[in-house]
Each structure stands twice: as structure tokens, then as C-alpha cells.
């Protein structure tokens, strides 16, 4: 499937209709969508210090427990939420460049964020001293937060452009 046939599936979608007709719907859904951006990369940034190797004294496997569901969780309302605000001029958006790195930026970070997941060390963080952080994990946390603040970057640039 083009990009073409993804916008005009997307903008004739009835999410699309429906964000369209109802005048509370879409600044409801950006709110959403800021919100979900905030549980995303509050819970990220954290990690990807503690990944880069800044607060040693708290275990590495703890941060982990806590904050992967939530960044997942600020993901899925995040995505969900932009396509939704997409459909309303989706071939407009899906032509835009800065959208298209948006959309690059964001699976980079997915697959960054997977790719960290299947290093053993990981899934071992539970039985071993997490104290300290091993040269993936810096690297995957450097990218991890140079990813998101460019893709928080290209979602801002989009109004302006």
C-alpha cells in the first residue's frame, strides 16, 4: 500500500469523519495525544539516563518494573491518538517531510527499544547486580532519547510548517 492509498483510506475512515463533525472530539484527541507523548518520554528519558549510566545507586532492574509499562503504555495512547488527528487531513500530513521523518523516527525508536529487549542482559536484570550498565545499554539509552526529543521535535515543527 502507497502512501497515497494510506491517506485517502485514512481520511475517509469514519475516525476521520467523526473527528471531522464532532467540535470537541479533536482537541480532546490532541490533549490525549499530548498526554500520551508525556507518559512516553517521562517514563522513557529516566531510563535512557539510568541506561546511560547516571543514578548507579538505584537498581537498573527496578527503573525497568517500573517505567517500560508506562512508556508502553504512553506509546499505544500516543500513536492511537495520532493517527486519529492524521485522518482529519492525512494526505496534507503524509506528504509533509517532517511527518515522514516523524513517522521514521518513531519506528527507529520501537525497534531500538526491541532490539535492547532481546540482549540477554536484560532479561536477566532481575538475577544480577543492575547496578552498573554495560556499553548496549548505553548506547540504546543515548539513542532512545536522542530518538524521542527528535521525534517530540518533528511533532512541533508540523504546526509551524
Not at 13 to 30: C, D, G, H, I, R
Not at 77 to 86: C, H, P, Q, R, W
Request: hydrophobic share 60%; glycine share 6%.
Amino acid at each position: 500500500m502507497d502512501l497515497s492509498t494510506l491517506a485517502d483510506a485514512l481520511q475517509t475512515s469514519q475516525a476521520a469523519l467523526l473527528m471531522k463533525s464532532e467540535p470537541w472530539l479533536y482537541p480532546f484527541v490532541n490533549f490525549a495525544h499530548i498526554l500520551g507523548i508525556a507518559l512516553l518520554f517521562g517514563a522513557i528519558l529516566p531510563l535512557d539516563l539510568r541506561l546511560m549510566g547516571l543514578w548507579r545507586s538505584i537498581p537498573l532492574a527496578e527503573l525497568k518494573r517500573i517505567l517500560v509499562p508506562v512508556s508502553a503504555f504512553g506509546l499505544l495512547v500516543a500513536v492511537s491518538t495520532g493517527v486519529l488527528m492524521i485522518s482529519v487531513k492525512a494526505s496534507e500530513y503524509l506528504a509533509m517531510p517532517v511527518m515522514q521523518a516523524k513517522l521514521a523516527l518513531i519506528a527507529i525508536g520501537i525497534l531500538n527499544a526491541l532490539a535492547l529487549r532481546i540482549v540477554p542482559a536484560w532479561r536477566l536484570l532481575a538475577q544480577v547486580d543492575s547496578r552498573g550498565t554495560i556499553s548496549r545499554f548505553r548506547w540504546a539509552g543515548f539513542m532512545s532519547a536522542t530518538i524521542w526529543i527528535a521525534v517530540i521535535g518533528c511533532g512541533r515543527a508540523i504546526g509551524y510548517l
